[in-house]
């Protein structure tokens, strides 16, 4: 069984955090879900509803699993000292490293993608790009795979790449199955990306 | 502006409601959007990451838009006189009653749903069902629209349903807006339900 740390601050967006925690959470032998943040309090998501954590940052816990979504928050906790210096250490001890939309911005501030390939929300792109200038940022993909880093596009994007995750850890018909459950229509190939287009970046 | 009640209970599925609340919640100037419990006590979803409620189903409060996901809690529920009563109140005075999933089976087993149409869940089909003898269930659609029930067929499917109810509200074009916004590509096609096959109902 994996252990996941799924980050949560104010402002994180909704459906980047719970289509992933969906399908994860749907394999409950394999994987473990915690929901972590700087403190117990119940933090708001970027459409206001609230959820509550089960761990603080503050634990010294190893995760297999890092898993930051992206949001209007993003904005804000790209200068949260202590909480990038979090996102260094859970990155470099776990097995894989995964962020939705802007999620990477936070990845990218830590270092932790310097030298990797790495992809994020198409409507946000050259904000990101600043964020970590030494990333090989891709402009056309719905998710990147590069060794243990998983980055994926915006939102929704984040459950085809959770797909692909569960394909890369249990093999496709895991991954075929866990769709079938959720009624998704996975969008298997990494590199369709009709949104980049759509937002002038190709 | 609309209010939302989006009912939480132990063991609802999580992006049978974040899913669609991403979406409403996108739009902050029409959708005014509260997670209604039977107590303050966080809520633990059938992936077991707990939401924090906004209000209680002690309240009395008249809402625009009664929401109701699925999940395995629902088996439960559907005995929950308390919450049944609930649901027939809101739904009466409510504009629009949507469901993701077996939370159709909530609607039917409270009465509300008697001589509409509506769906589910595929792979629970035959026990919800059970739950309304007097709903005209269809078989195959990705959601069903008929006059104030709006109901969706599994999990993901509460994403299009969605999508489809901002385009009755708002027009198509912010329905596509927002789908943009999401990167999600919306199957805009209410009949469009590859799953009934995958199940065997047609």
Redesign the interface.
Known sequence: MRTIA?LVFPGF???D???P??M???L?KEFD?K?VAESMT?VA????????P?ITTDANIQYDILFVPGGAGVRREVNNKALIEWIVQTSNTAEFTLSVCTGSALLAKSGVLDGHRATT???AFSWVVEQGPKVEWIRQARWVEDGPFITS?????G?DMTLGALALMHGIEIAEKVA??????W?RDKEND??AK?HGLV
Not at 45 to 52: A, E, G, P
Not at 153 to 157: F, H, L, P, Q
Not at 180 to 185: A, L
């Open positions: 799924a967006e909704l459906l955090l719970f289509g925690m969906e994860f959470g749907l409950d879900l929901l119940p998501s970027n459409q206001r509803l609230k959820v509550k089960d929300n198409k409507a596009s915006g939102v929704s994007a459950m079938m459950w959720c009624e998704y229509t969008h009709p949104f759509l």
